[in-house]
C-alpha cells in the first residue's frame, strides 16, 4: 500500500481539541413480521425494514474494529453462523475504505466487493459519509442495508431468534434491560470511544480531560468486578459483549498508540481476570486476532503513528492462566445454556498466537 494512500486520524474534533465521533448510521432494520423474500418496507421516519431471510444478508466486518468485533462475538454466540454469512476485511486500508485484501483476488468470495465502499455505492451513489464496519449487506443486490452498529447485534437477539442454536444464552434479559442499556451507555461513552477520546485529541487539554474521564471509568469498572463476576452480576450479557472488544486492545494497543497509560489491564487484578475468563469463553478468544488489531491502528493512524511501525509486543500469552474468578458466584452462561460448537475453519484467526484457542 502506497503511504501516500494510508487513512489520517479523524479530523472531527471541536474547537478545543475534543474528538467527536460522527454518530450518524443507516438506521435500517432487519425484522421478523416481514414475509421473507419480500421487498424493504420504507417507514415514516425515512428508513427502511428488511425482512429476516436465511441467506440474504453477509455481515461485513475487520477482526481490527472493535465495533465489527462485538457482532461477530453475537453472531458467533447465538449460533448464526449459517444464516448470516461472514465477510472480513483486512486489518488495513486506505481513503477509498474497507478491503477484503484477504481474500483471493482480493475480493469478498460471496460478494465480489473488493472495496466495502462499493456496497455502500451500490445504494447510496453520493453516500457522504464514513464507510464503517460492522455493515449488513444484502448479498444479491451487493446493496447496504445498515451499519449502525449498536443495533446490529439487539436485532441478532430479537429478530433472528427463529434462527438462534439450541441452547443459546439470553444475551438481553428483557428484566435487566433497563439496567444493561445504563452500563452500556456508560461504557460507550466512557471506555469504548474513551480511548479514542484520549488518542485523537487535538490539545494537551482535551487529552487530559479525556484521560480522566477514562480512568474514572476504569476504576469503576474495576470496582464493580470486585463484587460481580460479570458485568451485570452472574452471567455473561451484551454489557460485557460490549466491553470486552475494548479491554483486548488495551494493552496491545491503547495504552501505547493512545497514551492511556496511567496502568495496564495486567496490572488491574479484577478487571485482567474478567478479560481472562472472558478470553477463554468460545466465542471471545477464538475471534481476536491480536496481530490484525495492531496493525489496524499502527498502520493506518498515520498522524498519530507516522513511521507506521506495528510494535511486537506485548506479550499476551498470560491471558491464558487460570482467570482466578471461581470465588465470585456464577459462571459464564446460565444452566441449560450450552457452549457454542466449534469456530468453523473458514473463520479461525488468521494470525494465531501460540496460545489461541
Known amino acids: 500500500m502506497k503511504k501516500e494512500n494510508w487513512v489520517e486520524a479523524p479530523k472531527n474534533a471541536s474547537p478545543d481539541g475534543e474528538f ?18 419480500s421487498e424493504p418496507q420504507a417507514q415514516d421516519d425515512g428508513t427502511f425494514q428488511w425482512p429476516v431471510e436465511a441467506g440474504r444478508y453477509r455481515l461485513m466486518a475487520a477482526r481490527a ?3 465489527a468485533h462485538r457482532t461477530i462475538i453475537t453472531r458467533r454466540l447465538l449460533g448464526l453462523e449459517d444464516v448470516i454469512s461472514l465477510g472480513l476485511a483486512g486489518p488495513t486500508h486506505d481513503r477509498r475504505s474497507w478491503t477484503f485484501d484477504l481474500d483471493p483476488d482480493e475480493k469478498d468470495p460471496a460478494t465480489g466487493l473488493h472495496f466495502l465502499q462499493e456496497a455502500y455505492f451500490n445504494r447510496f451513489p453520493d453516500y457522504p459519509r464514513g464507510i464503517t464496519v460492522p455493515a449488513i449487506v444484502e448479498v444479491s443486490s451487493k446493496k447496504v442495508v445498515t451499519n449502525d452498529f449498536p443495533s446490529i447485534p439487539v436485532d441478532f437477539i430479537d429478530q433472528w431468534k427463529q434462527f438462534h442454536r439450541e441452547g443459546a444464552p439470553d444475551l438481553y434479559p428483557v428484566e435487566m434491560r433497563e439496567e444493561i442499556d445504563k452500563v452500556t451507555t456508560e461504557i460507550y ?9 484520549a488518542g485523537f485529541a487535538g490539545s494537551q487539554e482535551a487529552y487530559e480531560k479525556a484521560y480522566d474521564r477514562l480512568w474514572k471509568a476504569m476504576d469503576w469498572i474495576e470496582e464493580r468486578l470486585s463484587k460481580n463476576r460479570f458485568l451485570m452480576g452472574e452471567h455473561i450479557t451484551l454489557a460485557d459483549i460490549y466491553l470486552y472488544p475494548t479491554l483486548v486492545r488495551f494493552d496491545p494497543v491503547y495504552y501505547s498508540h493512545f497514551k492511556a497509560s496511567r496502568n495496564k489491564i495486567t496490572e488491574m487484578p479484577n478487571i485482567w481476570g474478567y478479560l481472562r475468563e472472558l478470553f477463554q469463553t468460545p466465542g471471545f478468544g477464538d475471534t481476536t486476532d491480536f496481530q490484525e488489531i495492531k496493525e489496524h491502528y499502527f498502520i493506518t493512524h498515520q498522524e498519530v503513528n507516522p513511521t507506521g511501525i506495528v510494535p511486537v509486543g506485548p506479550d499476551m500469552s498470560g491471558i491464558m ?13 446460565a444452566e441449560g445454556v450450552t457452549l457454542p460448537g466449534p469456530i468453523a475453519e473458514s473463520e479461525k484467526v488468521k494470525n494465531p498466537e501460540p496460545f489461541q484457542l
Open 65 to 67: 474494529c472493535p465495533w
Open 321 to 333: 492462566e487460570p482467570h482466578g474468578r471461581d470465588h465470585l458466584p456464577g459462571s459464564p452462561f
Open 189 to 197: 461513552h466512557e471506555v469504548n470511544n474513551g480511548v479514542y477520546r
Open 20 to 37: 467527536v465521533r460522527d454518530t450518524t448510521y443507516i438506521e435500517d432494520h432487519i425484522v421478523s413480521d416481514l414475509a421473507p423474500g
